[in-house]
């Protein structure tokens, strides 16, 4: 199977940008973009996994969806170019930069239960992205959110190459220092990031690191 890098940078400079905060390695992060505004995650550290949902801010249970996404655009990776859509089919957000070149939507985030499925059963108390996922939705005070819309998520910097049979593979991570995507929302939209804390496999080069993200109006 032929690989296909899309990488495509971007102008925007860090000083113009309206937000810019550092996540640390296994923490999160939730926040709302008004359609134009433009988000930039980068990868500082390089092989890291920024698991991401996307909600329709102004109805929220039409949340980020992978199948409508690869269905909508006939490939089961994104890069620019990909429009991440709701359940709907409603687009949320468009990946307009990206040096990184692919990023995953199938492999879902981690969670105490695959953790245990996956490695070991004394792994479960492990910290893991869908605890991070429920800590920042509680934070929110917002009843809307809530624990039942955690499932189909966006792996950015995860490469888990597809093999010819269907499978699925953890790979090492194609993302090196400095590598970014930037988002651009569509509609208003809710962002949530686990900065992944897993350990037990490659996708964070068994070292989780920081994520810094960035926000510019256009
Ligand atoms: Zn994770």
């Not at 792996?155 to 590598?179: C, K, Q, R, W």
Request: aromatic share 8%; glycine share 6%.
């Amino acid at each position: 199977m032929q690989t296909v890098f899309n990488r495509i940078e971007s102008s925007r400079r860090p000083e113009e940008a309206v937000y810019d905060e550092t996540v640390l390695a296994g923490d999160g992060w939730m926040h709302q973009l008004r359609p134009g505004q433009v988000l930039r995650i980068v990868d500082l550290e390089g092989n890291q996994a920024a698991d991401t949902i996307f909600y329709d801010a102004d109805n929220p249970e039409d949340h980020y969806s992978a199948v409508a996404t690869i269905a909508a655009q006939g490939n089961v990776y994104l890069t620019a170019g990909s429009v991440l859509r709701a359940e709907s089919g409603k687009p949320l957000v468009e990946i307009v930069a990206d040096t990184c070149g692919r990023h995953d939507t199938v492999g879902g985030s981690c969670s105490a239960q695959s953790n245990t499925v996956r490695y070991a059963h004394e792994k479960l108390h492990m910290h893991n992205c869908r605890d991070t996922f429920m800590l920042q939705l509680s934070k929110q005070q917002d009843v809307r959110y809530t624990k039942r819309d955690l499932a189909p998520n966006v792996n950015f910097f995860m490469n888990v190459p597809l093999s010819e049979d269907g499978g699925l593979t953890f790979a090492d991570g194609i993302s090196s220092p400095g590598t970014y995507v930037e988002l651009k929302a569509i509609a208003h939209t809710m962002v949530l990031i686990s900065n992944c804390p897993q350990l037990n496999n490659p996708c964070n080069a068994y070292n989780p690191t920081p994520v810094r993200v960035l926000i510019w109006n256009q």
